[in-house]
C-alpha cells in the first residue's frame, strides 16, 4: 500500500492560484485584512466555509456571521487563512472519508476544533507559537482522504472500521497498521509534493514521532500531537481523549492548566449550543 499512497500523491493536481496567493499572503510579515479579502473573495468555496465555520457552535459569535469582512475581524488573519487553505486542500484532494463514516462537513469541524484548541490554549502561552500553530493544527489531518481512499478500493472498509472500534488504541497507530504510514507522515509528504513551507512540513511530519524530530520543531510537535489526541475523530473531546491528552502534556511537560481551561471554555460553547 505503501507504493499506492506514493502514486496518489504524485497524481494529485497542482495548487491554483488562489493557495498560492494565501501561502505567499501567510509568509509575509506584514499582513493587511483588505487583502487577504481581495484573495479568498475569488473563491466561492472558500467564503462557504468560511462563513460556515464562524457560524459554528464553538465560537458562539452572538451574531450571525454573514460576511466574509466581519469573518476575518472575529477570527483573526491566521485562523482565516487556515480555513481558507482547508477547505482548497481538502476539495483538491477530491476523496470521501466513508472509510471512517464520517462526512467532510464533520471533519472539517475537527479541523476547526484543533485551530481553536490551539487558538485557547496555545494562545494563554504564546501568541507567537500561536499564530505559527493555527495552520498545521488544522490541516495535519489531511492525508485520512487519501488512507480512506485506499481502504476503499482495497476493500478493506469492514475491517478498518472494526479496528476503530478499539478505543484502547490511538487512531494514528491503526491507521499505520493498514496503510505502512501514519497519517502525519501522508500529510506532510502531500505538502511535499505541492512544495508548501517546511515549517508546515516539518511540524506536521514529525507528529508521533517527536524522538527524530530536529530540536528546533519538538515543542510545536509535541502540541500538535496533544491536539491530534484531543480531536480524534471517533469521540472529539471526549472523556477518554482527553484523559490520554493530558496524560501526554503532563508526560511532554506542557502547560497542563492552560489546556484544562481551553477545553472545559471550547466544551461549555458548543453545549450552549446543543
Known amino acids: 500500500m505503501k507504493n499506492d499512497i506514493i502514486e496518489k500523491i504524485e497524481s494529485l493536481p497542482p495548487l491554483p492560484n488562489s493557495?498560492?496567493?494565501?501561502?505567499?499572503?501567510?509568509?509575509?510579515?506584514?499582513?493587511e485584512p483588505l487583502e487577504l479579502?481581495?484573495?479568498?473573495e475569488?473563491?466561492?468555496l472558500i467564503i462557504t466555509t468560511l462563513l460556515r465555520v464562524s457560524n459554528s457552535a464553538m465560537f458562539g459569535f452572538r451574531s450571525e456571521v454573514e460576511t466574509p469582512s466581519r469573518a476575518v475581524n472575529l477570527l483573526g488573519i491566521n485562523f482565516t487563512i487556515s480555513i481558507a487553505l482547508g477547505s482548497v486542500v481538502q476539495d483538491l484532494i477530491k476523496s470521501n472519508l466513508s472509510a471512517y463514516s464520517i462526512s467532510t462537513d464533520d471533519f472539517l469541524m475537527t479541523c476547526?476544533?484543533?485551530?481553536?484548541?490551539?487558538?485557547?490554549?496555545?494562545?494563554?502561552?504564546?501568541?507567537?507559537?500561536?499564530?505559527?500553530?493555527?495552520?498545521?493544527?488544522?490541516?495535519?489531518?489531511t492525508g485520512k482522504f487519501i488512507i480512506s481512499e485506499l481502504i476503499q478500493e482495497q476493500n478493506k472498509v469492514d475491517e478498518f472500521q472494526n479496528a476503530l472500534?478499539?478505543?484502547?488504541?490511538?487512531?494514528?497507530?491503526?491507521?499505520?497498521?493498514?496503510?505502512?504510514?501514519?497519517?502525519?507522515r501522508i500529510t506532510a509528504n502531500i505538502f511535499k509534493h505541492?512544495?508548501?513551507?517546511?515549517?508546515?512540513?516539518?511540524?506536521?511530519?514529525?507528529?508521533?514521532?517527536?524522538?527524530q524530530c530536529p530540536e528546533e520543531y519538538k515543542r510545536r510537535v509535541k502540541i500538535l500531537e496533544v491536539v491530534k489526541i484531543l480531536t480524534d475523530i471517533r469521540e472529539p473531546l471526549g472523556d477518554d481523549c482527553?484523559?490520554?491528552?493530558?496524560?501526554?502534556a503532563t508526560k511532554y511537560q506542557l502547560e497542563i492548566d492552560p489546556l484544562v481551561s481551553a477545553i472545559d471554555k471550547i466544551k461549555a460553547k458548543i453545549e450552549e449550543e446543543e
Do not use: M, Y
Open 19 to 31: 493557495v498560492i496567493e494565501l501561502e505567499n499572503f501567510r509568509r509575509r510579515p506584514d499582513k
Open 37 to 40: 479579502l481581495k484573495i479568498i
Open 42 to 44: 475569488q473563491d466561492p
Open 112 to 141: 476547526n476544533l484543533a485551530s481553536n484548541i490551539i487558538n485557547n490554549w496555545v494562545g494563554e502561552i504564546d501568541f507567537g507559537l500561536k499564530e505559527e500553530l493555527l495552520l498545521p493544527a488544522f490541516l495535519q489531518e
Open 165 to 184: 472500534k478499539q478505543k484502547d488504541k490511538l487512531l494514528s497507530e491503526i491507521e499505520e497498521e493498514f496503510t505502512g504510514f501514519s497519517c502525519s
Open 194 to 211: 505541492w512544495n508548501l513551507s517546511h515549517n508546515l512540513i516539518f511540524t506536521i511530519g514529525f507528529v508521533g514521532n517527536v524522538e
Open 242 to 248: 482527553i484523559e490520554k491528552a493530558l496524560n501526554l
